[in-house]
């Protein structure tokens, strides 16, 4: 579990997180459709798309149907990366 950033926005029913500044250990990004997190594990959508400056983008998280959004505003939320099936992938 990686940290992603704070939400920072709720547009058209998906979350905008900024992201940390990348530097050193911190420089790794989500890949699409990765996982995301809150604090407790407890998934809350899929990453949809990336935006923006690349030493601090944007992401954009497409959050599950049973999940309301706006409850996650303003919160870290983390990233874990896992393939099909529940497997990790491996590039």
């Not at 940390?20 to 997190?37: C, D, F, H, Q, R």
């Not at 998934?43 to 959050?63: A, E, M, N, S």
């Amino acid at each position: 579990m990686k940290r992603l950033g704070t939400t920072q926005h709720l547009v058209q029913k998906k979350l905008i997180v900024r992201t940390e500044p990348l530097s050193g250990k911190n420089a790794e990004l989500p890949k699409i459709n990765s996982v995301v997190v809150d604090q407790k594990k407890v998934r809350i959508g899929r990453v949809f798309d990336i935006l923006g400056p690349t030493d601090r983008p944007y992401i954009v998280v497409k959050p599950y149907r049973n999940v309301d959004a706006a409850v996650h505003l303003g919160k870290k939320l983390y990233f874990e990366e896992r393939g099909f099936g529940g497997r990790n992938r491996k590039d």
